[in-house]
Protein backbone atom coordinates (compact mmCIF):
# COMPACT_ATOMS: atom_id res chain seq x y z
CA UNK A 1 0.00 0.00 0.00
CA UNK A 2 1.59 3.24 -1.19
CA UNK A 3 1.39 6.00 1.25
CA UNK A 4 0.53 9.43 -0.40
CA UNK A 5 1.25 12.79 0.86
CA UNK A 6 -1.24 15.96 -0.48
CA UNK A 7 -0.13 19.50 -0.12
CA UNK A 8 -3.42 21.39 -0.23
CA UNK A 9 -4.60 24.46 1.11
CA UNK A 10 -8.42 24.05 0.22
CA UNK A 11 -9.85 21.61 2.67
CA UNK A 12 -12.54 20.40 0.73
CA UNK A 13 -10.12 19.84 -2.76
CA UNK A 14 -7.84 18.22 0.03
CA UNK A 15 -10.13 15.57 2.21
CA UNK A 16 -11.79 14.74 -1.70
CA UNK A 17 -8.20 14.29 -2.97
CA UNK A 18 -7.55 11.83 0.08
CA UNK A 19 -11.33 10.23 -0.75
CA UNK A 20 -10.08 9.61 -4.33
CA UNK A 21 -6.94 8.04 -3.76
CA UNK A 22 -8.01 6.00 -0.30
CA UNK A 23 -11.04 4.48 -2.61
CA UNK A 24 -8.03 3.86 -5.54
CA UNK A 25 -6.04 1.87 -2.40
CA UNK A 26 -3.37 4.46 -1.32
CA UNK A 27 -3.15 5.90 2.02
CA UNK A 28 -3.18 9.62 2.05
CA UNK A 29 -2.61 12.26 4.37
CA UNK A 30 -2.66 15.98 4.10
CA UNK A 31 -0.41 18.61 6.22
CA UNK A 32 -1.77 19.77 9.90
CA UNK A 33 -0.35 23.28 9.60
CA UNK A 34 0.93 25.15 6.95
CA UNK A 35 3.89 26.68 8.84
CA UNK A 36 5.43 23.84 9.43
CA UNK A 37 5.00 22.32 6.03
CA UNK A 38 8.35 21.37 5.18
CA UNK A 39 8.85 19.05 8.60
CA UNK A 40 5.90 17.36 7.86
CA UNK A 41 6.18 16.79 4.80
CA UNK A 42 9.21 15.21 5.62
CA UNK A 43 8.90 13.27 8.66
CA UNK A 44 5.78 12.17 7.02
CA UNK A 45 7.87 9.95 4.97
CA UNK A 46 5.66 9.23 1.89
CA UNK A 47 6.20 7.33 -1.53
CA UNK A 48 4.88 10.18 -3.42
CA UNK A 49 3.87 14.13 -3.29
CA UNK A 50 1.08 15.98 -3.97
CA UNK A 51 2.32 19.37 -3.95
CA UNK A 52 -0.17 22.93 -4.88
CA UNK A 53 1.52 25.48 -5.84
CA UNK A 54 -0.63 28.46 -4.13
CA UNK A 55 0.09 27.32 -0.35
CA UNK A 56 -0.32 30.11 2.46
CA UNK A 57 2.96 31.28 3.74
CA UNK A 58 4.86 29.92 1.74
CA UNK A 59 4.89 29.17 -2.47
CA UNK A 60 4.25 25.60 -3.99
CA UNK A 61 7.66 25.91 -5.98
CA UNK A 62 10.11 27.11 -3.08
CA UNK A 63 8.79 24.33 -1.04
CA UNK A 64 9.65 21.77 -3.57
CA UNK A 65 13.50 23.24 -3.79
CA UNK A 66 13.55 22.93 0.29
CA UNK A 67 12.49 19.39 0.14
CA UNK A 68 14.48 18.18 -2.77
CA UNK A 69 17.61 19.10 -0.25
CA UNK A 70 16.36 16.38 1.97
CA UNK A 71 14.65 13.68 0.09
CA UNK A 72 14.09 12.60 -3.51
CA UNK A 73 10.24 11.42 -3.01
CA UNK A 74 8.45 12.03 -6.16
CA UNK A 75 6.84 14.65 -6.22
CA UNK A 76 3.32 15.95 -8.53
CA UNK A 77 2.75 19.23 -8.71
CA UNK A 78 -1.15 20.70 -8.58
CA UNK A 79 -1.83 23.56 -9.87
CA UNK A 80 -4.59 25.89 -11.35
CA UNK A 81 -1.98 28.32 -13.12
CA UNK A 82 -1.41 27.03 -16.28
CA UNK A 83 1.62 28.97 -17.90
CA UNK A 84 4.25 27.24 -19.04
CA UNK A 85 7.17 29.21 -17.36
CA UNK A 86 5.33 27.26 -14.15
CA UNK A 87 5.62 24.28 -15.61
CA UNK A 88 9.15 24.58 -16.18
CA UNK A 89 10.00 26.25 -12.95
CA UNK A 90 8.64 23.17 -11.42
CA UNK A 91 10.41 20.68 -13.29
CA UNK A 92 13.49 22.08 -12.57
CA UNK A 93 13.09 22.33 -9.41
CA UNK A 94 12.72 18.66 -9.53
CA UNK A 95 9.01 17.85 -9.76
CA UNK A 96 8.27 14.54 -11.83
CA UNK A 97 4.96 16.02 -12.91
CA UNK A 98 2.86 18.54 -13.26
CA UNK A 99 -0.96 18.34 -13.57
CA UNK A 100 -3.38 21.20 -13.65
CA UNK A 101 -6.94 21.92 -12.25
CA UNK A 102 -9.58 20.71 -12.75
CA UNK A 103 -7.85 17.04 -13.04
CA UNK A 104 -9.29 14.43 -14.41
CA UNK A 105 -9.47 12.14 -11.59
CA UNK A 106 -8.96 9.12 -13.51
CA UNK A 107 -5.60 10.78 -15.35
CA UNK A 108 -4.70 12.47 -12.07
CA UNK A 109 -4.64 7.97 -10.86
CA UNK A 110 -2.68 7.10 -13.78
CA UNK A 111 -0.46 9.91 -13.49
CA UNK A 112 0.55 8.97 -10.04
CA UNK A 113 0.44 5.01 -10.51
CA UNK A 114 3.08 6.12 -13.84
CA UNK A 115 5.13 8.03 -11.28
CA UNK A 116 5.35 5.33 -8.66
CA UNK A 117 6.49 3.00 -11.52
CA UNK A 118 9.05 5.01 -12.84
CA UNK A 119 10.99 5.75 -9.13
CA UNK A 120 10.40 1.63 -8.59
CA UNK A 121 8.46 2.43 -5.91
CA UNK A 122 5.65 -0.26 -7.53
CA UNK A 123 5.65 -3.50 -7.68
CA UNK A 124 4.59 -4.86 -10.87
CA UNK A 125 3.53 -8.39 -11.16
CA UNK A 126 4.70 -10.95 -13.73
CA UNK A 127 2.71 -13.72 -12.72
CA UNK A 128 -0.90 -14.15 -12.46
CA UNK A 129 -1.53 -17.08 -10.24
CA UNK A 130 0.62 -19.42 -11.86
CA UNK A 131 0.97 -18.20 -15.66
CA UNK A 132 3.84 -16.42 -17.09
CA UNK A 133 2.90 -12.78 -18.20
CA UNK A 134 4.71 -11.65 -20.86
CA UNK A 135 3.67 -7.73 -21.81
CA UNK A 136 6.30 -7.16 -24.26
CA UNK A 137 5.31 -10.68 -26.41
CA UNK A 138 1.80 -9.89 -25.24
CA UNK A 139 1.04 -13.41 -24.26
CA UNK A 140 -0.40 -15.56 -21.05
CA UNK A 141 1.32 -18.35 -20.34
CA UNK A 142 0.68 -21.56 -18.44
CA UNK A 143 2.70 -24.60 -18.90
CA UNK A 144 2.45 -25.28 -22.37
CA UNK A 145 -0.92 -23.93 -23.06
CA UNK A 146 -0.29 -19.93 -24.38
CA UNK A 147 -2.98 -16.98 -24.62
CA UNK A 148 -2.13 -14.21 -27.43
CA UNK A 149 -3.61 -11.09 -26.31
CA UNK A 150 -4.12 -8.31 -28.82
CA UNK A 151 -2.25 -4.80 -27.38
CA UNK A 152 -6.31 -3.79 -25.74
CA UNK A 153 -6.70 -6.81 -23.76
CA UNK A 154 -3.23 -6.23 -22.51
CA UNK A 155 -3.44 -3.00 -21.51
CA UNK A 156 -7.13 -3.87 -19.57
CA UNK A 157 -5.31 -6.93 -18.35
CA UNK A 158 -1.83 -4.90 -16.84
CA UNK A 159 -3.82 -2.46 -15.02
CA UNK A 160 -6.51 -5.25 -13.66
CA UNK A 161 -3.03 -7.00 -12.96
CA UNK A 162 -1.53 -4.19 -10.78
CA UNK A 163 -4.48 -3.96 -8.67
CA UNK A 164 -4.87 -7.33 -8.38
CA UNK A 165 -7.86 -7.68 -5.97
CA UNK A 166 -9.33 -4.16 -6.23
CA UNK A 167 -11.90 -2.86 -8.21
CA UNK A 168 -10.75 -1.26 -11.38
CA UNK A 169 -13.61 0.96 -12.68
CA UNK A 170 -14.68 1.06 -16.35
CA UNK A 171 -13.67 4.66 -15.87
CA UNK A 172 -9.91 3.54 -15.11
CA UNK A 173 -10.04 1.32 -18.13
CA UNK A 174 -10.65 3.63 -20.20
CA UNK A 175 -8.49 6.21 -19.67
CA UNK A 176 -5.65 3.63 -19.71
CA UNK A 177 -7.08 2.47 -23.12
CA UNK A 178 -7.17 6.23 -24.34
CA UNK A 179 -3.87 6.76 -22.94
CA UNK A 180 -2.03 4.57 -25.09
CA UNK A 181 -4.49 6.39 -27.89
CA UNK A 182 -7.15 3.65 -28.47
CA UNK A 183 -9.70 5.69 -28.72
CA UNK A 184 -12.56 3.14 -28.29
CA UNK A 185 -16.14 3.61 -27.20
CA UNK A 186 -17.63 2.02 -24.08
CA UNK A 187 -19.39 -0.77 -25.87
CA UNK A 188 -15.85 -1.70 -27.83
CA UNK A 189 -14.63 -1.66 -24.40
CA UNK A 190 -17.03 -4.49 -23.06
CA UNK A 191 -16.69 -6.44 -26.29
CA UNK A 192 -12.55 -6.55 -24.72
CA UNK A 193 -13.36 -7.18 -21.41
CA UNK A 194 -15.52 -10.32 -22.58
CA UNK A 195 -12.63 -11.74 -25.34
CA UNK A 196 -10.45 -11.11 -22.72
CA UNK A 197 -12.26 -13.20 -20.02
CA UNK A 198 -12.96 -16.18 -22.65
CA UNK A 199 -8.91 -15.97 -22.94
CA UNK A 200 -8.64 -16.41 -19.35
CA UNK A 201 -11.25 -19.29 -19.34
CA UNK A 202 -9.30 -21.29 -22.22
CA UNK A 203 -6.29 -21.03 -19.36
CA UNK A 204 -8.30 -22.28 -17.21
CA UNK A 205 -9.11 -18.93 -15.17
CA UNK A 206 -12.98 -19.32 -16.04
CA UNK A 207 -13.56 -17.05 -12.47
CA UNK A 208 -10.86 -14.47 -13.22
CA UNK A 209 -12.75 -11.18 -13.67
CA UNK A 210 -15.35 -10.67 -11.31
CA UNK A 211 -18.22 -7.95 -12.43
CA UNK A 212 -19.33 -5.40 -9.12
CA UNK A 213 -22.02 -3.91 -10.31
CA UNK A 214 -21.70 -0.41 -11.15
CA UNK A 215 -18.49 0.01 -9.73
CA UNK A 216 -16.05 -2.17 -12.34
CA UNK A 217 -14.29 -5.26 -12.29
CA UNK A 218 -11.66 -6.75 -9.72
CA UNK A 219 -9.23 -9.33 -11.10
CA UNK A 220 -9.21 -12.29 -8.41
CA UNK B 1 3.07 75.97 -45.90
CA UNK B 2 2.88 77.33 -48.96
CA UNK B 3 4.02 80.70 -50.14
CA UNK B 4 0.81 81.91 -51.89
CA UNK B 5 -1.28 80.75 -49.27
CA UNK B 6 0.53 82.47 -46.73
CA UNK B 7 0.19 86.00 -49.05
CA UNK B 8 -3.87 85.19 -49.19
CA UNK B 9 -3.71 84.96 -45.27
CA UNK B 10 -1.79 88.47 -45.22
CA UNK B 11 -3.57 90.27 -47.72
CA UNK B 12 -5.79 92.23 -44.94
CA UNK B 13 -2.06 93.22 -43.20
CA UNK B 14 -0.94 94.14 -47.00
CA UNK B 15 -4.46 96.16 -47.85
CA UNK B 16 -3.72 98.05 -44.84
CA UNK B 17 -0.14 98.97 -45.77
CA UNK B 18 -1.41 99.92 -49.14
CA UNK B 19 -4.50 102.17 -47.87
CA UNK B 20 -1.82 103.98 -45.84
CA UNK B 21 0.66 104.28 -48.47
CA UNK B 22 -2.25 105.89 -50.73
CA UNK B 23 -2.90 108.20 -47.99
CA UNK B 24 0.71 109.24 -47.95
CA UNK B 25 1.02 110.14 -51.39
CA UNK B 26 -1.98 112.00 -51.18
CA UNK B 27 -0.19 114.25 -48.14
CA UNK B 28 3.37 114.46 -50.15
CA UNK B 29 1.39 115.52 -52.98
CA UNK B 30 -0.71 118.52 -51.58
CA UNK B 31 2.74 119.48 -49.79
CA UNK B 32 4.28 119.61 -53.20
CA UNK B 33 7.29 117.08 -52.20
CA UNK B 34 9.42 116.41 -54.94
CA UNK B 35 8.28 112.97 -57.34
CA UNK B 36 11.83 111.29 -56.79
CA UNK B 37 11.37 111.67 -52.75
CA UNK B 38 8.04 109.91 -53.02
CA UNK B 39 9.46 107.14 -55.39
CA UNK B 40 12.73 106.61 -53.59
CA UNK B 41 10.68 106.56 -50.25
CA UNK B 42 7.71 104.18 -51.69
CA UNK B 43 10.36 102.28 -53.34
CA UNK B 44 12.55 101.43 -49.94
CA UNK B 45 9.08 100.89 -47.89
CA UNK B 46 8.08 98.54 -50.19
CA UNK B 47 11.72 96.43 -49.99
CA UNK B 48 11.50 96.60 -46.45
CA UNK B 49 8.26 95.29 -45.95
CA UNK B 50 8.95 92.69 -48.43
CA UNK B 51 11.83 91.32 -46.70
CA UNK B 52 10.38 91.68 -43.68
CA UNK B 53 7.00 89.40 -44.70
CA UNK B 54 9.65 86.77 -46.26
CA UNK B 55 11.84 86.80 -42.68
CA UNK B 56 8.16 86.08 -41.34
CA UNK B 57 7.46 83.69 -43.65
CA UNK B 58 10.35 81.27 -43.43
CA UNK B 59 10.45 81.08 -39.84
CA UNK B 60 6.98 80.07 -39.39
CA UNK B 61 7.48 77.82 -42.58
CA UNK B 62 10.53 76.45 -40.62
CA UNK B 63 8.56 75.36 -37.39
CA UNK B 64 5.50 74.35 -39.33
CA UNK B 65 7.10 72.19 -41.47
CA UNK B 66 8.59 70.01 -39.33
CA UNK B 67 5.38 69.64 -37.25
CA UNK B 68 3.61 68.57 -40.71
CA UNK B 69 5.94 66.08 -41.97
CA UNK B 70 6.20 65.19 -37.76
CA UNK B 71 2.64 64.54 -38.13
CA UNK B 72 2.60 62.49 -40.93
CA UNK B 73 5.40 59.95 -39.80
CA UNK B 74 3.64 59.66 -36.28
CA UNK B 75 2.09 56.47 -35.43
CA UNK B 76 1.19 57.96 -32.28
CA UNK B 77 -0.19 61.53 -33.55
CA UNK B 78 -0.98 62.56 -29.90
CA UNK B 79 3.04 62.56 -29.48
CA UNK B 80 3.32 65.57 -31.91
CA UNK B 81 4.02 68.13 -29.28
CA UNK B 82 7.38 65.61 -28.33
CA UNK B 83 8.48 65.85 -31.93
CA UNK B 84 8.69 69.42 -32.24
CA UNK B 85 11.36 71.85 -30.91
CA UNK B 86 10.23 75.05 -29.27
CA UNK B 87 9.63 78.10 -32.10
CA UNK B 88 11.10 81.81 -31.35
CA UNK B 89 8.22 83.62 -33.01
CA UNK B 90 5.12 84.48 -30.19
CA UNK B 91 2.23 82.65 -31.64
CA UNK B 92 4.34 79.42 -32.11
CA UNK B 93 5.07 79.66 -28.98
CA UNK B 94 1.30 79.79 -27.69
CA UNK B 95 1.02 77.30 -30.22
CA UNK B 96 3.68 74.96 -28.81
CA UNK B 97 2.44 75.46 -25.31
CA UNK B 98 -0.93 74.02 -25.96
CA UNK B 99 0.20 71.36 -27.51
CA UNK B 100 2.72 70.44 -24.84
CA UNK B 101 -0.30 70.44 -21.75
CA UNK B 102 -2.39 68.82 -24.77
CA UNK B 103 0.24 66.14 -25.40
CA UNK B 104 1.07 65.34 -21.30
CA UNK B 105 -2.70 64.94 -20.35
CA UNK B 106 -3.33 62.74 -22.93
CA UNK B 107 -0.50 60.91 -22.14
CA UNK B 108 -1.53 60.85 -18.66
CA UNK B 109 -5.04 59.60 -19.84
CA UNK B 110 -3.60 56.98 -21.80
CA UNK B 111 -1.14 55.68 -19.38
CA UNK B 112 -4.42 55.75 -16.30
CA UNK B 113 -6.40 53.30 -18.71
CA UNK B 114 -3.22 51.26 -19.89
CA UNK B 115 -3.13 50.88 -15.86
CA UNK B 116 -6.99 49.95 -15.10
CA UNK B 117 -6.57 47.44 -18.36
CA UNK B 118 -3.82 45.78 -16.90
CA UNK B 119 -5.15 45.13 -13.04
CA UNK B 120 -8.41 44.00 -14.67
CA UNK B 121 -7.12 41.38 -16.87
CA UNK B 122 -4.73 40.58 -13.61
CA UNK B 123 -7.75 40.36 -11.78
CA UNK B 124 -9.64 38.32 -14.52
CA UNK B 125 -6.83 35.74 -14.19
CA UNK B 126 -7.10 35.63 -10.69
CA UNK B 127 -10.83 35.18 -10.92
CA UNK B 128 -10.33 32.24 -13.19
CA UNK B 129 -7.36 30.57 -11.32
CA UNK B 130 -9.60 30.83 -8.01
CA UNK B 131 -12.80 29.40 -9.92
CA UNK B 132 -10.62 26.51 -10.88
CA UNK B 133 -10.90 25.27 -7.35
CA UNK B 134 -14.50 24.85 -6.63
CA UNK B 135 -14.68 23.39 -10.10
CA UNK B 136 -11.74 20.84 -9.26
CA UNK B 137 -13.55 20.31 -5.96
CA UNK B 138 -16.93 19.70 -7.53
CA UNK B 139 -15.17 16.97 -9.83
CA UNK B 140 -13.99 15.38 -7.16
CA UNK B 141 -17.01 15.44 -5.22
CA UNK B 142 -18.89 14.21 -7.84
CA UNK B 143 -16.55 11.40 -8.85
CA UNK B 144 -16.12 10.16 -5.24
CA UNK B 145 -20.11 10.19 -4.84
CA UNK B 146 -20.73 6.48 -5.91
CA UNK B 147 -24.61 7.17 -6.42
CA UNK B 148 -26.38 8.66 -8.87
CA UNK B 149 -24.44 7.77 -11.53
CA UNK B 150 -27.09 9.74 -14.65
CA UNK B 151 -26.96 13.02 -12.06
CA UNK B 152 -23.54 12.35 -11.64
CA UNK B 153 -22.67 12.32 -15.52
CA UNK B 154 -24.86 15.35 -16.14
CA UNK B 155 -23.55 17.52 -13.58
CA UNK B 156 -19.92 16.38 -14.90
CA UNK B 157 -20.81 17.23 -18.42
CA UNK B 158 -21.87 20.92 -16.97
CA UNK B 159 -18.90 21.25 -14.82
CA UNK B 160 -16.70 20.18 -18.29
CA UNK B 161 -18.47 23.47 -19.68
CA UNK B 162 -17.98 25.57 -16.97
CA UNK B 163 -14.09 24.93 -16.85
CA UNK B 164 -13.91 25.36 -20.68
CA UNK B 165 -15.55 28.77 -20.44
CA UNK B 166 -13.35 29.89 -17.83
CA UNK B 167 -10.36 28.76 -20.25
CA UNK B 168 -11.82 30.80 -22.96
CA UNK B 169 -12.30 34.14 -20.86
CA UNK B 170 -8.14 32.94 -19.84
CA UNK B 171 -6.91 32.58 -23.28
CA UNK B 172 -9.02 36.09 -24.44
CA UNK B 173 -7.10 37.93 -21.85
CA UNK B 174 -3.90 36.20 -22.47
CA UNK B 175 -4.32 36.40 -26.62
CA UNK B 176 -4.97 40.11 -26.76
CA UNK B 177 -1.73 41.17 -25.22
CA UNK B 178 1.30 39.74 -23.09
CA UNK B 179 4.17 38.08 -24.18
CA UNK B 180 4.99 36.18 -21.10
CA UNK B 181 2.55 33.91 -20.51
CA UNK B 182 3.53 31.48 -23.13
CA UNK B 183 7.08 29.54 -23.91
CA UNK B 184 8.08 27.82 -27.16
CA UNK B 185 9.72 24.97 -26.66
CA UNK B 186 10.25 21.27 -28.42
CA UNK B 187 6.53 19.69 -27.66
CA UNK B 188 6.07 15.98 -28.84
CA UNK B 189 2.85 16.76 -31.28
CA UNK B 190 1.74 13.31 -30.38
CA UNK B 191 1.91 13.50 -26.75
CA UNK B 192 -0.22 16.74 -26.62
CA UNK B 193 -2.65 15.29 -29.27
CA UNK B 194 -3.13 12.54 -26.95
CA UNK B 195 -4.01 14.61 -23.57
CA UNK B 196 -6.35 17.00 -25.46
CA UNK B 197 -8.60 13.92 -26.50
CA UNK B 198 -8.36 12.13 -23.05
CA UNK B 199 -9.27 15.68 -21.51
CA UNK B 200 -12.46 15.35 -23.97
CA UNK B 201 -13.13 12.12 -23.47
CA UNK B 202 -16.08 12.39 -21.93
CA UNK B 203 -17.61 14.27 -24.58
CA UNK B 204 -16.01 12.59 -27.38
CA UNK B 205 -17.45 9.33 -26.21
CA UNK B 206 -21.29 10.75 -25.26
CA UNK B 207 -21.37 11.81 -28.72
CA UNK B 208 -20.07 8.45 -29.51
CA UNK B 209 -17.27 9.86 -31.90
CA UNK B 210 -14.93 7.53 -33.89
CA UNK B 211 -11.28 9.07 -33.26
CA UNK B 212 -8.53 7.92 -35.39
CA UNK B 213 -5.27 9.31 -35.48
CA UNK B 214 -1.65 9.28 -37.14
CA UNK B 215 0.74 11.35 -36.24
CA UNK B 216 4.54 10.45 -35.96
CA UNK B 217 7.32 10.47 -33.23
CA UNK B 218 8.12 14.55 -34.25
CA UNK B 219 8.21 17.50 -32.22
CA UNK B 220 7.78 21.01 -33.23
CA UNK B 221 8.32 24.21 -31.46
CA UNK B 222 5.24 25.49 -29.74
CA UNK B 223 3.47 26.19 -26.49
CA UNK B 224 2.21 22.83 -25.60
CA UNK B 225 -0.57 24.16 -22.95
CA UNK B 226 -1.95 26.59 -25.72
CA UNK B 227 -1.49 23.95 -28.37
CA UNK B 228 -3.84 22.16 -26.34
CA UNK B 229 -6.07 24.38 -25.82
CA UNK B 230 -6.36 25.19 -29.44
CA UNK B 231 -6.83 21.68 -30.44
CA UNK B 232 -9.32 21.70 -27.67
CA UNK B 233 -11.66 24.35 -29.34
CA UNK B 234 -11.03 22.85 -32.60
CA UNK B 235 -12.84 19.47 -30.79
CA UNK B 236 -15.30 21.26 -28.79
CA UNK B 237 -16.15 22.83 -32.21
CA UNK B 238 -16.38 19.84 -34.20
CA UNK B 239 -18.64 18.72 -31.41
CA UNK B 240 -21.44 21.46 -32.20
CA UNK B 241 -21.61 20.23 -35.59
CA UNK B 242 -21.90 16.92 -36.61
CA UNK B 243 -24.50 15.48 -39.08
CA UNK B 244 -27.43 13.64 -37.89
CA UNK B 245 -27.11 11.45 -40.51
CA UNK B 246 -23.80 10.04 -40.04
CA UNK B 247 -21.55 8.63 -37.65
CA UNK B 248 -19.59 11.51 -36.60
CA UNK B 249 -15.41 11.44 -36.79
CA UNK B 250 -12.66 13.00 -36.12
CA UNK B 251 -9.28 12.44 -38.14
CA UNK B 252 -6.17 14.07 -36.66
CA UNK B 253 -3.08 13.87 -38.47
CA UNK B 254 -0.07 15.20 -39.16
CA UNK B 255 2.95 15.06 -42.07
CA UNK B 256 6.56 16.20 -41.49
CA UNK B 257 7.77 18.17 -44.85
CA UNK B 258 10.91 19.39 -45.62
CA UNK B 259 10.61 23.29 -44.15
CA UNK B 260 7.08 22.73 -42.19
CA UNK B 261 5.13 20.12 -39.90
CA UNK B 262 1.18 20.09 -40.89
CA UNK B 263 -0.98 19.02 -38.29
CA UNK B 264 -4.74 18.28 -40.23
CA UNK B 265 -8.36 18.03 -38.12
CA UNK B 266 -10.63 16.74 -40.04
CA UNK B 267 -14.23 15.91 -39.46
CA UNK B 268 -17.36 14.61 -41.04
CA UNK B 269 -19.67 16.98 -39.45
CA UNK B 270 -21.67 19.50 -41.58
CA UNK B 271 -19.10 21.74 -42.79
CA UNK B 272 -18.95 25.17 -43.34
CA UNK B 273 -20.99 27.27 -46.03
CA UNK B 274 -18.15 28.88 -48.70
CA UNK B 275 -19.30 32.10 -48.17
CA UNK B 276 -19.11 32.05 -44.53
CA UNK B 277 -15.39 30.18 -44.78
CA UNK B 278 -13.26 33.34 -44.80
CA UNK B 279 -14.70 35.15 -42.06
CA UNK B 280 -14.96 32.54 -39.36
CA UNK B 281 -11.97 33.55 -37.53
CA UNK B 282 -13.39 36.57 -37.19
CA UNK B 283 -14.26 37.96 -33.90
CA UNK B 284 -18.12 37.49 -32.94
CA UNK B 285 -18.65 35.63 -36.50
CA UNK B 286 -21.05 33.48 -35.82
CA UNK B 287 -22.22 32.65 -39.38
CA UNK B 288 -24.76 30.43 -40.81
CA UNK B 289 -23.95 27.26 -38.36
CA UNK B 290 -23.81 29.58 -35.52
CA UNK B 291 -27.42 30.83 -36.12
CA UNK B 292 -29.09 27.28 -36.45
CA UNK B 293 -26.70 26.57 -33.25
CA UNK B 294 -27.23 28.92 -30.07
CA UNK B 295 -23.85 27.44 -29.01
CA UNK B 296 -21.74 30.01 -30.91
CA UNK B 297 -20.55 32.72 -29.88
CA UNK B 298 -18.32 33.54 -32.32
CA UNK B 299 -15.24 33.84 -30.04
CA UNK B 300 -13.47 30.50 -30.09
CA UNK B 301 -12.28 30.73 -33.07
CA UNK B 302 -11.46 33.54 -33.35
CA UNK B 303 -9.06 33.04 -30.47
CA UNK B 304 -7.75 29.82 -31.72
CA UNK B 305 -6.42 32.45 -34.71
CA UNK B 306 -4.91 34.60 -32.59
CA UNK B 307 -3.11 32.22 -30.30
CA UNK B 308 -1.63 30.62 -33.45
CA UNK B 309 -0.60 34.27 -34.81
CA UNK B 310 1.23 34.93 -31.29
CA UNK B 311 3.06 31.46 -31.64
CA UNK B 312 3.73 31.93 -35.57
CA UNK B 313 1.77 29.20 -36.70
CA UNK B 314 -0.54 29.12 -39.50
CA UNK B 315 -3.80 27.68 -39.51
CA UNK B 316 -5.95 27.25 -42.61
CA UNK B 317 -9.69 26.01 -42.87
CA UNK B 318 -11.06 24.12 -46.35
CA UNK B 319 -14.42 22.75 -45.82
CA UNK B 320 -17.39 21.62 -48.42
CA UNK B 321 -21.11 22.54 -47.20
CA UNK B 322 -22.64 19.43 -45.54
CA UNK B 323 -19.28 16.89 -46.10
CA UNK B 324 -16.59 17.62 -43.90
CA UNK B 325 -14.47 20.70 -42.33
CA UNK B 326 -10.79 20.88 -42.47
CA UNK B 327 -8.36 22.72 -40.05
CA UNK B 328 -4.40 22.93 -41.03
CA UNK B 329 -1.76 24.21 -38.53
CA UNK B 330 1.19 24.57 -39.97
CA UNK B 331 4.32 24.76 -37.57
CA UNK B 332 7.50 25.79 -39.20
CA UNK B 333 10.66 24.16 -38.41
CA UNK B 334 12.54 27.58 -37.24
CA UNK B 335 16.17 27.04 -36.50
CA UNK B 336 15.70 30.21 -34.72
CA UNK B 337 14.15 29.24 -32.00
CA UNK B 338 16.37 26.59 -31.27
CA UNK B 339 18.81 27.68 -28.42
Redesign the interface.
Known sequence: MNKIMIVED?A??CS??A??LE?SGYTAVGIEDFRNALDEMISANADLVLLDI?LPDINGEQLLQEYRKHCGTPVIMLT??????D??ISLSYGADDYI??????A?LLLRISAVLKRSGKAVSAHNYRNAEVNTAKGSIKLDEREQILTKNEMIIFRLMLDRQGEIVTRDML??AL??N?E?V??NALSVNISRLRGKLAELGFEDAIETRK??GYVLK | MKLSDFIKDRLPAYAIYAAGGVILLIFAIAMRIPTIMCVIAAVVLLLAAVCAELWEYSRKRRFYATLLTNIDELDRKYLIAETAEPPAFYEGKLLYEILRETDKSMCENVAEHRRENASFREFIEMWV??V??P???L???L??N?DG?FVRSKALEQ?RRI?SYTDTV?YYARSENSE????I?ETPL?NTV?ET???H?DD??AH?V????DIPEITVMT???WLGYILGQLISNSLKYFSDTREPEIHISAADEQDCVKLCFCDNGIGIPAADLPRIFDKSFTGENGRTSAKSTGMGLYIVKNLCEKLGHRIEVSSEFGVYTEFIITFAKNDYYKP
Open positions: DVLELKLNNSRSSGLEVTKPYDPIMTWDEFNDKQ | HEKLVASQLIHNEALDLKDYLAKKVIKRLTDGIDTDGK
